[in-house]
Structures are given as structure tokens and as C-alpha cells.
């Protein structure tokens, strides 16, 4: 029957790239040569995804292949620049720590199916998850712990909450597909961190269609853009990484890109982007001014807060009837988790401000660290001697996590997984059994001591661009108490003291005032004495 199915649908394909797929299409995407609704593989009916992805491969037969080439299917990522290896299971951050023994919860987000542990067969190519990219109607979503699972049966979620989550018709999606989108990017962009907007800052749901004033690209009255069309893809591998940032593109315009590496505003908009507006002196910031630092005056603007502390350290307390307290700030907001401990959160939030020129050196579960001074977790290069940095926005995310002070090593914590394996950390809140267990599960050495450190996590902000008569004015910046008043090593007038300087400054400035009188006098002179003659 498969290799039936096999047959009408190439001939079909064929078919297909003949007569014009009769919708309607996103602004700027060209109609597709396919309509999928005709394929006799994708009527199904389907039981699972990993089957709507073997139909999808008797055509798309190289699909697969790729996306296994991509970060999205492998969280892991070589940094040629440092040579370090990178990736979600080996560099740790401010929030959950590491996706390590928490695979369940942490690759519902993952463009595949069934990777509940360190077993996980990366080579099977029915794993891929196709639909979760190319969803059209909006109904298909994964599980928060399915492991990159949707539901197949109506199911209760969260458990004890009364709602249900509905199976998505899967032949109807298959049926569907078509181009990524913001909101299939989003599925899992805006969702870092464990909840909408948490992690990133400049990433949520607002910017499915976002106002104008949110962002001035992806407005769907302002350009539209989808992610892709600047994140482009070649091969199912996209343009743009966060381990890899250009922080200053010199490359120049080339949309399309046709390096497929970069995802900048420069590869649009070129480095002297003012000048044909009337504001060419503008241009005068570009090689030493990220265009994010004035175009995104603030992050979070959508109405969506973003999470900007999570103590880790405050976890365990209990009321007087011994039952976990939880408490919600005045806008909802979780600040207190018995089982998490303590939050903050945040709109409109001004960013942290620093040189910047591409490099990133990350901690991982190895590296040994100081813990007598705040640890920061991602340290990025680059000042004002460097020709390659430029000034850039950061969300900055505080945190306190557990950590090993005998061998000096951050540690996994295990906070999701089989429930017998978290009975002593959700009940009792022991963190020793839930880093034993997270630590055991790595393959790791625990002292059997721990403690908790104060870090900091920095992230990049480059998305909820502001449009131009939103962007950061002259004297933000230029001013004693500006934005950039912390940013030590460079001159900036405005903001800077330099009495000398100052002293040649005023002295030039009377100079030129002088001889600007001097001159009309002997002017005066000149006339008075023509007229006597």
C-alpha cells in the first residue's frame, strides 16, 4: 500500500507543479506549485506525527537529510571562533539550567518526535517533525511534555485544571502546509525559557502581528515580514545564530543572502542607511553603533513580560497547613514558586548596553568557576579598541542557581521526568536528589555538597524594531545621566568631562566669535571710510 501511495503521489506532484495552487497566500510569498490537499499519501488517516512525516518524504525525499544538517534538529553547534561546542544540552543558562534529564519537558520544542532521553535516535528520519514549520491552520501544537508529541487523544492540561487539549487533525494539517511562518517560528521562538516571552525579551506572541510601534517589520501594516525573510534558509539550515552573532556586517547588501550565514540589518539596509532620508550625519554612528542600540528603545513592548530574575536559592517554602505557596504579583504574574522559588518580571524594559564584536564565550557543564564573584554565564568580547564591536542592547536576566562549591562546576538540576525520580525534590525540595539525579543522568562528578550562585545571562536584542520616529533620539545617549552613561572607555560629547578639552573647545569657539567681530568691524570701517571719500 505505501509504495501505491508512493506512486500517486509523484504523479500528482507532477500534476501539481502544473495547474497553480488556487489560495491565498501571505504578502510577498509567491504561490505555491503544490496543492497538497490532492495528495492521496497525505488523506491519511494518521496516527501519530512520525507517520504524517514518512508521507511527507515519499515526495520531499531529501527533506529530512537536511534538516538533520541544521541546529534545529541537532542543539548542538561548533563556535569556530572559540572552538568551543555549544548547544542546549552543553552550555548552561540562567533559567532551567541545562535540557539535560528534563528532555521530556524541554524538547517539546525540538523539531522532532520522541526524544525523551539521551537514547534519542538522531538518525531516523520519520523523527523529523515536518509539520511543526509548515502548519497553516493553527491548530497543531505540541505538548509541553510530550517530547516534541502532540496529544493523539483529548487530554487534561495542565493535569487538575479542567481543560483539554484537543488531537489536531493531522491529515487536515498535512493537507495544509505550506511556507514558515511568524506564528510556526513562534511556536517555540517566543516560548524559551518555559512560558511566552520568558526567555529572550524581544521574542513573544505580540509579534504574531504585532503593532506598527512593536515592530516595524513584521507589522502586518508596516512590511509583514515573516522570520524567514531575514532568517533565510538554504537547505532547511537557517541564516543567523545567536552563538555566532555579526555584530558589525561589512558585507553589504544581499537579500537573499548569498552566504546564507548572516540574518543583519545591514544585509537590507546597507551600513549608511540615513543619508538618503536627510540625516546623513546619522551614518557618522553605524561603524561604531549597532542599529538595534537606537531603533530598539526598550524590549517587551507588546504587552507580554518577560521574566528578569529567577532565584532558584528561595524554593521550599510552605504555609502554616505545610501546603507549597505560590503568589502572583498584581498583574498575574507568577513571583513565587514553592517549587521554583522567586521571579520578576518586566515590560517596556530599558536594555543593558555593551561593546560588543560577534564572540560569545559561553559556560558549559565542564568549565570550572570562580564562585567567589558573580559568575556571568555568557561573556561576549569586544570594546572600544576593537574595530570590529560596536555598541549593543542586551536584555540582562539576573539569576541564583544551584551550583557544586567543592569541584567549582555548575550542576544540572533535575526538575522533570518520571515522577519517582522527583518525589524527594517536589515534595521535600531536596535539591541534593535533584542534582544527584540530573548530575548522575550527565555523566557527570557531584561532591555531594551544593550551593547557589548569583549570575548573570545576557542576550542579544535584535528584534521589536521601533520605527523611525520611535527610535532613540540624540540626547539619550548624548547627555551625563544617558543611556550610555556606564559604558567606560571612550570620548562621548554630551556625556563626558575633559577640562582641557573643554578649555580648546570654549577657546576655539571665542576665536571664531572674535574673528567673526573683528571681521565686521573692519567691514564697518571699509564702508565708513568710502563714504567720507
Not at 538554504?234 to 556586517?249: E, K, L
Not at 554630551?494 to 565686521?520: E, I, S, Y
Amino acid at each position: 500500500m505505501r509504495a501505491l501511495h508512493r506512486t500517486i503521489a509523484a504523479g500528482l506532484l507532477v500534476l501539481a507543479a502544473l495547474v497553480p495552487m488556487a489560495a491565498v497566500h501571505a504578502a510577498g510569498q509567491p504561490a505555491s506549485t503544490a496543492d497538497h490537499s490532492r495528495f492521496e499519501a497525505l488523506k491519511g488517516p494518521f496516527a501519530s506525527g512520525p507517520e504524517v512525516t514518512e508521507a511527507c518524504l515519499t515526495c520531499h525525499n531529501e527533506a529530512a537529510h537536511q534538516v538533520m544538517k541544521s541546529v534545529h534538529w541537532t542543539w548542538d553547534f561548533l563556535n569556530e571562533r572559540t572552538g568551543e561546542r555549544l548547544g542546549k544540552t552543553r552550555t548552561m543558562n540562567s533559567f532551567c539550567g541545562s535540557p539535560l534529564s528534563n528532555e521530556p519537558r524541554c524538547t517539546s520544542c525540538h523539531a522532532g518526535y520522541g526524544w525523551v532521553d539521551k537514547n534519542f535516535d538522531f538518525s531516523r528520519q520519520d523523527n523529523v517533525d515536518c509539520i511543526v514549520c509548515h502548519d497553516t491552520t493553527g491548530t497543531y501544537k505540541k505538548i509541553a511534555h510530550g517530547a516534541g508529541h502532540p496529544v493523539y487523544e483529548p487530554t487534561e492540561f495542565p493535569a487538575g485544571s479542567g481543560r483539554m487539549m484537543t488531537p489536531p487533525d493531522l491529515a487536515r494539517v498535512a493537507q495544509s502546509v505550506g511556507a514558515t511562518s511568524r506564528a510556526t517560528c513562534g511556536a517555540c521562538h517566543f516560548s524559551g525559557g518555559g512560558g511566552d516571552g520568558v526567555k529572550h525579551g524581544d521574542l513573544d506572541s505580540s509579534l504574531k502581528a504585532p503593532p506598527r510601534r512593536v515592530d516595524v517589520h513584521m507589522a502586518p501594516d508596516g512590511a509583514n515580514m515573516a522570520c524567514s525573510d531575514c532568517h533565510t534558509f538554504n537547505a532547511h539550515i537557517p541564516s543567523g545564530s545567536r552563538y555566532t552573532t555579526t555584530a558589525r556586517d561589512t558585507h553589504g547588501k544581499d537579500l537573499p543572502h548569498d552566504d546564507f550565514n548572516r540574518a543583519t540589518c545591514e544585509s537590507c539596509h546597507g551600513d549608511r542607511p540615513h543619508a538618503a532620508a536627510g540625516h546623513a550625519k546619522l551614518d557618522d554612528h553605524t561603524d561604531r553603533v549597532a542599529c538595534q542600540t537606537c531603533h530598539i528603545p526598550e524590549f517587551a513592548r507588546g504587552g507580554v513580560a518577560t521574566k528578569t530574575l529567577w532565584d532558584w536559592s528561595t524554593a521550599g517554602r510552605r504555609d502554616a497547613d505545610g501546603k507549597p505557596v505560590f503568589i502572583r504579583d498584581d498583574h498575574g504574574h507568577l513571583s513565587y514558586s514553592a517549587e521554583k522559588g522567586d521571579f520578576e518580571h518586566g515590560e517596556n524594559v530599558r536594555p543593558h548596553y555593551a561593546w560588543f564584536n560577534g564572540v560569545m564565550n559561553q559556560t558549559t557543564l565542564i568549565d570550572r568557576i570562580d564562585d567567589s564573584a558573580l559568575l556571568i554565564l555568557n561573556r561576549f568580547a569586544g570594546g572600544p579598541d576593537d574595530p570590529g564591536a560596536r555598541i549593543w542592547p542586551f536584555k540582562e536576566m539576573r539569576g541564583k542557581q544551584p551550583y557544586d562549591p567543592v569541584n567549582k562546576t555548575l550542576v544540572v538540576n533535575h526538575v522533570w521526568g518520571p515522577p519517582e525520580d522527583r518525589t524527594a525534590f517536589w515534595n521535600g525540595f531536596d535539591y541534593d536528589t535533584s542534582i544527584r539525579v540530573g548530575m548522575d543522568y550527565a555523566g557527570l562528578p557531584y561532591s555531594g555538597t551544593y550551593g547557589f550562585i548569583e549570575t548573570r545571562m545576557y542576550w542579544p536584542i535584535t528584534h521589536m524594531v521601533a520605527p523611525k520616529e520611535n527610535a532613540l533620539a540624540c540626547e539619550e545617549c548624548h547627555a551625563r545621566d544617558g543611556r550610555l552613561a556606564g559604558l567606560p572607555g571612550f570620548y562621548m560629547p554630551g556625556r563626558d568631562r575633559a577640562p582641557l578639552l573643554d578649555l580648546a573647545g570654549f577657546a576655539l569657539v571665542g576665536l571664531v566669535g572674535a574673528g567673526v567681530a573683528g571681521h565686521a568691524l573692519l567691514r564697518f570701517l571699509s564702508r565708513l571710510l568710502r563714504r567720507r571719500s
